[in-house]
């Protein structure tokens, strides 16, 4: 946030019900010093020398056509708050922003697949029949446990009653898992002319896919046919756009499948949104809080070619998972994060995920995808108050929803 202006910063705190404003002015507060609500309550207006600086707020306020207080003790200062009463209800962005970006229901049958960057397409129109939602993370715990403990009606006596049937019944629930992407192996499994959707990512099979280039590294050490590689320990392959080389996503050899970045392409929804890096990290989060219970992360790079003392991993600890602010320095009702980060090094990182007493959950991004958060994080960080950027060791970042 630039310093040679005045600005707002409105925050919804829905579970009191209340709204918390904050003006930074560009020198003391005096005389010409006027904060307003507008009739309808939904806007703020700043007045400070002569500038004149608006809000909409996150949510409408009970104190249409007012003028707000300056407290005694913030007069002569350059920093203003309030904490304003919500009118009504809480805006629909706290109801709705739990649905994940891009889930299989937002995709009809052969949608297009294409690189958001250049338009090339990836996955040809008519190509995928049929879209399934992933199952949650701990799916393979669940996997395992089913088939140690799976239903068996015939097991009280250790001998088979319905002649024969038994064994020709668990072949069965085995034909019936592998239909959906995973088996007895709690391996998800590409499959032709589906497409699997994950918080974060799309899986396809590799014959359903064009106008890529494998890589164990770069674009220019890749190549469109994989099994022209060299020979390598790592467990996936870097995936390229064809035409403008830019990094679409990962083929991971444990799934036989090319695993697509969902903020690198483009396809045609239903919803007609495009999740970016922050929404599907922010849906990777608040799944991991659900998960785990833990509200530290550990961003961590994936497939990185630097040493890893040049790797860089975000350390996040989440205050709020679900909040809706508003800047006059262009946001509006914005769903977000609100976080705690810092960068630490990738040993640091690895210390931390091997202590006994770790919190924090591993979260994998690509390097440049990782950069692409703390950009994302400081410029939400200039933003805030002035006084409410940093603490401590951290700095205070919005990441959106």
């Known amino acids: ?183 007895a192996s709690s391996i998800i499994s590409a499959q032709p002319g589906v497409g699997f959707v994950d918080l974060t990512t799309i899986l396809f099979t590799e014959s359903d896919c064009q106008n890529i280039t494998y890589s164990n590294s770069t674009f220019d050490q890749g190549s469109p046919n994989r099994q022209d590689l ?54 990777t989060i608040i799944s991991t809080i659900s998960r785990s219970a833990s509200s530290k992360s550990l961003i961590m790079p994936i497939n990185e070619t630097e040493p890893e003392a040049k790797q860089t991993v975000i350390y996040v600890w989440v205050l709020n998972a679900n909040i809706v602010y508003s800047s006059s320095n262009g946001a509006t009702g914005t769903p977000a994060i609100k976080l705690l980060y810092q960068r630490i090094s990738r040993e640091d990182a690895d210390k931390m995920l091997e202590g006994v007493t770790c919190e924090a959950q591993e979260i994998n991004l690509p390097a440049g995808a990782i950069e692409s958060v703390i950009e994302h994080l400081d410029e939400s960080n200039g933003l805030l108050p002035e006084k409410e950027r940093v603490f401590k060791e951290w700095r205070v970042g919005l990441l959106t929803r």
Not at 131 to 154: G, I, Q, R
Not at 245 to 251: I, K, M, T, V
Not at 256 to 283: D, F
């Open 230 to 283: 060299p020979a390598t320990n790592a467990r996936s392959l870097n995936v390229f756009c064809l035409s403008c080389r830019s990094q679409l996503g990962f083929c991971v050899f444990r799934t036989a499948a090319v695993t697509l970045l969902k903020w690198q392409i483009s396809c045609t929804s239903i919803s007609g949104a495009e999740p970016g890096i922050t929404e599907c990290l922010a849906a």
């Open 1 to 183: 946030m630039s310093s040679s202006r005045c600005s707002l910063y409105a925050e919804l705190l829905a579970n009191i019900r209340q709204i918390s404003l904050a003006a930074s002015l560009t020198s003391p507060s005096d005389a010409s010093t006027r904060v307003a609500v507008a009739a309808d309550g939904s806007t703020i207006e700043l007045t400070h020398h002569g500038e004149v600086h608006k809000l909409t707020l996150p949510a409408k306020i009970p104190l249409g056509g007012t003028l707000l207080p300056i407290d005694q003790r913030q007069r002569g200062t350059t920093a203003l708050s309030w904490r304003l009463p919500l009118g009504g209800t809480a805006p629909s962005q706290l109801s709705s922003s739990d649905v994940p970006a891009w889930s299989a229901t937002d995709f009809e049958a052969g949608s297009q697949v294409s690189c958001r960057q250049c338009n090339a397409v990836v996955v040809e129109e008519g190509a995928v029949k049929v879209w399934k939602d992933l199952p949650s993370e701990n799916w393979a715990e669940m996997m395992e446990f089913w088939h140690c403990h799976k239903p068996d009606h015939h097991h009280d006596d250790g001998k088979d009653h319905d002649h024969g049937h038994g064994e020709h019944s668990g072949k069965a629930d085995e034909k019936s898992l592998a239909a959906r992407g995973y088996g």
